[in-house]
C-alpha cells in the first residue's frame, strides 16, 4: 500500500475565491462541532515538556434544519500550514493552500434561530481515525456523507502524528514523526491511537466531557452500546486493533490500510470489513485474514488510489480543478461516485454489525449494477 504521492508538477488554476463542498446526500442534514478531549491519565509524549494528552475531534450529527450556512473547511492555522507542508513534502512547485483555505462546507447553523436546526439525538456512533500526518479534518466531506444516512461520525486528531492539530483556543501542535515510518514505527503509532478511542468511548459517557464538547446538547451522555470505529490508511488498520481490544467496538472498517500490529491469539471476533485499490494483494491483510473469526468482507474499488480514500478528489473538483493529469496520484473515479460507494458500504457494514445480522444484497454481492467498480477479493462467515 502506498502511504505517500507520487511526485509530480501541478498547475492549478487561481483557486483564490471561496468554494462550497458537496451538500451530504442522505436524508438527514448535518451538523458540525469541534472540540477537544483530555486524557489526564496519559501524557502527551510528543510534547516538549510533559502535557495530558490532549485529541481534537469533528463531530458530524445528523439533523433537520431549514437552511444551512457554510464553514471554513479547516481552521486558518490548519490550512495555512498544510498547502506548504505537502508542496514541500510531495515536490509539487504550485501554490495548495488556496485548496484548503476557500473551501467550504455546508451544514446546519450551530444557533436555533432562523436556521431551525434540530439535531438527531443518539444515532449510532461511528469513530474515525485517519491516515498517518492528515489532520482529521481532510475526511470532513465523507464523514459528513455518512452522518447524514443516521450515524453520529467522530472524527479524530491523534497528536503526535497529525502534521498540525489547531485546538479551539487558537495554539497548534505540530506532528514530530518520521515522513516515511518503518513498518516497526508505524506499528508503534497504532496503539496510542487505540488507546484514544477507548478514551473517547469513556467520555461519551460522561455528561460533562460531553457538555464542553457539545454545549447545544448539554449533560447529556451518549449511549455506547451502538459504537463502532474505521478509518483510512493506519486509521483503518487503528479500527481493526480498537476492536481486537475493545470490546465496545463493535464493527470495523478499514479504507486501504496495510495490517501493522497483532491481534489476539484468540483472533477478533467483531466485523471487519476491508476496502481496498484494485489489484492489491496485501500480504499483511493475507495473513491477518484467518484471525478474523467474525463476518469479513475484502473489496477492491477500481479506478481508485490510496488518496481517494480521502477528501482529496472532492477538494480538486470542487475548486474547479482539472484531475486527469493526476491520474496517477488521485485516481480516475469521480469523486462523487467514491463518495457514494464509500458511504453505502459503511452504512451497510455498520447497520448490519449493529443489528447483529451483517448481510443484504450489497454485501452479498447481489447488486452488481449498483457500483460496478467495486469487486469481492474474498468473504467469510455471512
Not at 451538500?23 to 502535557?51: E, K, Q
Not at 476491508?274 to 492489491?280: G, L, Q, T
Not at 482529496?312 to 460507494?341: H, K, M, W, Y
Request: charged share 15%; glycine share 8%; aromatic share 10%.
Amino acid at each position: 500500500m502506498q502511504y505517500t504521492f507520487s511526485i509530480l508538477t501541478l498547475f492549478l488554476a487561481n483557486a483564490s475565491a471561496e468554494f462550497l463542498l458537496p451538500t451530504p446526500p442522505g436524508r438527514y442534514n448535518v451538523t458540525f462541532t469541534t472540540g477537544s478531549l483530555v486524557d489526564y491519565t496519559r501524557n502527551d509524549t510528543n510534547a516538549a515538556t510533559p502535557v495530558p494528552r490532549a485529541v481534537m475531534l469533528s463531530v458530524f450529527q445528523p439533523a433537520t434544519c431549514a437552511s444551512t450556512v457554510s464553514v471554513p473547511y479547516m481552521p486558518n492555522k490548519t490550512a495555512e500550514y498544510q498547502g506548504p507542508f505537502l508542496q514541500a513534502l510531495f515536490n509539487i512547485s504550485a501554490d495548495l493552500t488556496p485548496i484548503f483555505t476557500e473551501a467550504r462546507l455546508p451544514v446546519c447553523p450551530n444557533d436555533s434561530g432562523s436556521g431551525g436546526c434540530s439535531p438527531v439525538n443518539d444515532y449510532p456512533i461511528l469513530l474515525f481515525s485517519p491516515g498517518y500526518i492528515i489532520p482529521r479534518l481532510y475526511y470532513s466531506v465523507i464523514a459528513s456523507a455518512i452522518a447524514s444516512e443516521g450515524f453520529v461520525v467522530i472524527t479524530i486528531d491523534h497528536p503526535g502524528d497529525a502534521n498540525i492539530i489547531t485546538y479551539p483556543d487558537g495554539h497548534t501542535v505540530y506532528g514530530n514523526g518520521p515522513i516515511s515510518p518503518t513498518p516497526e514505527e508505524y506499528t508503534q503509532l497504532v496503539y496510542p491511537r487505540v488507546a484514544d478511542a477507548s478514551f473517547i468511548i469513556e467520555q461519551l459517557s460522561n455528561a460533562t466531557a460531553i457538555a464542553e464538547v457539545l454545549p447545544r446538547r448539554g449533560p447529556i451522555p451518549f449511549q455506547t452500546d451502538h459504537v463502532a470505529m474505521l478509518g483510512h490508511s493506519l486509521g483503518g488498520v487503528t479500527a481493526v486493533i480498537a476492536a481486537s481490544q475493545d470490546p465496545r467496538i463493535c464493527a470495523a472498517i478499514n479504507w486501504d490500510g496495510t495490517f501493522y500490529g497483532t491481534l489476539p491469539p484468540t483472533g477478533l471476533s467483531q466485523p471487519v470489513l476491508y476496502m481496498s485499490e484494485v489489484n492489491v494483494t496485501d500480504p499483511a491483510w493475507l495473513a491477518a485474514w484467518p484471525q478474523m473469526k467474525g463476518p469479513k468482507l475484502w473489496v477492491d474499488v477500481a479506478n481508485t488510489s490510496h488518496q481517494s480514500f480521502s477528501d482529496v478528489l472532492t477538494l480538486f473538483e470542487a475548486a474547479g480543478q482539472d484531475t486527469a493529469p493526476l491520474a496517477d496520484l488521485l485516481g480516475t473515479i469521480a469523486s462523487a461516485e467514491i463518495v457514494r460507494i464509500l458511504v453505502a458500504y459503511t452504512a451497510a457494514w455498520m447497520n448490519g454489525a449493529f443489528a447483529g445480522k451483517v448481510g443484504g444484497p450489497l454485501l452479498g454481492g447481489q447488486e452488481p449494477d449498483r457500483f460496478p467498480e467495486v469487486s469481492k477479493v474474498m468473504k467469510g462467515n455471512f
